[in-house]
């Protein structure tokens, strides 16, 4: 048993010390993969490569407007509230008009009168007018004509003969009655008393019956009674003698026939022809006036005065047109802070906002260095936060022609993005996520940007990549890359189809210190 133990140990022993002596003089081949630095192996495939650029910004309608009033005044109707869809056309609110339509009316009127005044100069002149100017130019001209001829030799025997009697009147006045004179006026009063006696008695006689009013008799006494006045009237007058009033009146009277006299004879003053000739133009003119047609300057005017009437019906027009708020669009009433009975104000936010969500919009800020990537049309992918399983696609609509500048001076441009699928469920406002799609390459070859390390020692970057050869090392490889994307990089010269290339763990600064480390 002691020797059969000794047997087989003896055999493990030679067998172990075969097999050791095999595996020393036989060490297995290196594998990479199994290197506790490398991460992975990838195998370079052709495929698809997207640029995008990254923004974010907040769910709008298409189309939005805030319509207000035009003028102020007090709202005194409302006729929409939120959520109400409208149609291009709704009428949403009305102001207080009696003061709008009271200066419609009166504008319109102004204008009536100024059109009136425009075709009165057109109109020609009525007869009876012409007819009027012409006598009044004979009458003036009559008048000057007779200023300017010689006196008449009647109208001068007329004129001396008025003096002389003027005269003989003062002498008469001066000098007074003689008993003669008196003794008649005393007899022609003594007759007028006899006479009114006789007309009362035949008066008298009839004064019981009702129409006595209307009888001769009534009438012979009434005449008789003015005689008598008269008689007595000239008797006191021929017994007291002139006074002063007397011979004032006789004097004037004889001045006055003296004046007319040496006018006949001395002819009309200057100032007399200047007033008859004065008067004579007046009238010629009035009848020119008729007559002529309106000079251009009139027109201008009167058409001026027509057309600013004209002008000011449109704003009166416009005014109480203004107190309408009128729907612009169709769309939903998303904002409403109109209140009857309270007073509007344009330029103080008070109005409704009619929005079209029928399709949305984002608006995103671009920075200048990716602007330049940016096309209208390119197709967009749309994340919300509040939707997160929703996959919204959009597209760029338009592009600012003006930059905006943020704090801290970075220059950024206004990218607006359609939505191509508004019947998805969103709200106004919520917070969206967009990638733009800038460029798209079809079947290139692909490398992980996890698989390339860069070395800006020499100024411009240069890119390498750790590749897999045919024994199972690596060594590194400089390539040339186009377009990147967040986890690939199109590889143009370097690298084929198929390659292999190695991902460690260690960072890549500390791949490139090893891979470009002097040998020691």
Do not use: C
Request: proline share 4%; glycine share 6%; aromatic share 4%.
């Amino acid at each position: 048993m002691t020797r059969f133990v000794k047997i087989s140990g003896i055999l493990v022993l030679i067998v172990g010390l075969g097999v050791a002596s095999w595996i020393f003089f036989n060490p297995p081949s290196y594998d990479i993969t199994r290197d506790p630095e490398v991460e992975e192996v990838i195998t370079l495939r052709r495929g698809t490569i997207l640029s995008t650029i990254n923004a974010s910004g907040r769910i709008e309608p298409r189309h939005e407007v805030r319509v207000e009033f035009g003028i102020s005044g007090v709202v005194a109707e409302v006729f929409v509230k939120r959520g109400q869809h409208v149609t291009k056309g709704t009428l949403l609110a009305r102001l207080r008009t009696d003061d709008l339509e009271l200066a419609v009316r009166r504008a319109e009127v102004e204008l009536a009168r100024a059109r009136a005044q425009l075709e009165q100069l057109y109109e020609p002149p009525d007869e009876v007018d012409v007819a009027a100017a012409r006598a009044e130019v004979a009458r003036a001209q009559a008048q000057l004509e007779a200023l300017r001829a010689a006196p008449h030799p009647k109208d001068l025997e007329s004129a001396q003969a008025a003096v002389a009697s003027a005269r003989a009147n003062l002498k008469r006045v001066l000098k007074g009655l003689d008993e003669n004179e008196i003794t008649v006026r005393a007899a022609q009063l003594r007759r007028a008393e006899i006479a009114l006696k006789q007309a009362q008695w035949a008066y008298d006689q009839i004064a019981y019956r009702g129409d006595v009013g209307a009888s001769p008799q009534a009438a012979q006494l009434e005449q008789a009674t003015i005689d008598y006045e008269a008689a007595k009237a000239n008797y006191l007058l021929a017994a007291k003698g002139a006074d002063e009033a007397d011979i004032a009146a006789a004097e004037a009277q004889v001045a006055q026939a003296e004046a007319a006299l040496d006018r006949l004879v001395r002819g009309p003053s200057e100032a007399e022809q200047k007033a008859a000739e004065a008067q004579l133009a007046q009238a010629e003119a009035a009848l020119h006036r008729l007559l002529r047609k309106p000079s251009p300057n009139e027109v201008t005017i009167a058409q001026a005065a027509v057309d600013a009437a004209q002008l000011a019906v449109e704003q009166a027009r416009v005014n109480l047109a203004s107190a309408l708020l009128v729907a612009p669009i169709d769309g939903v009433v998303t904002e409403s802070n109109l209140k009857v009975g309270e007073n509007s104000t344009p330029g103080r936010a008070q109005g409704v906002v009619i929005s079209d969500l029928s399709a949305y919009r984002i608006t995103v800020e671009v920075d200048e260095v990716d602007i330049g990537r940016v096309r209208v049309g390119q197709k967009v992918a749309i994340a919300v936060d509040a939707f997160p399983d929703a996959r919204l696609q959009g597209m760029v609509a338009e592009i600012a022609p003006r930059a905006t500048s943020a704090a801290g001076g970075v220059v950024s441009y206004q990218v607006t993005i359609a939505l191509s699928n508004p019947e998805a469920p969103l709200l106004l406002g919520l917070s969206a996520d967009a990638t733009l799609e800038v460029e798209r390459l079809e079947d290139v070859l692909l490398v992980p940007n996890r698989a390339v390390s860069v070395d800006r020692s020499r100024g411009e970057p240069r890119y390498f990549v750790e590749k897999l050869t045919p024994d199972g090392s690596s060594t590194p490889v400089e390539i040339q890359l186009g377009l990147r994307s967040e986890t690939h990089s199109q590889v143009l010269h370097g690298l084929a189809e198929g390659d292999q290339v190695v991902v460690r763990k260690i960072s890549r600064r500390e791949q490139l210190q090893r891979l470009f480390r002097p040998q020691e």
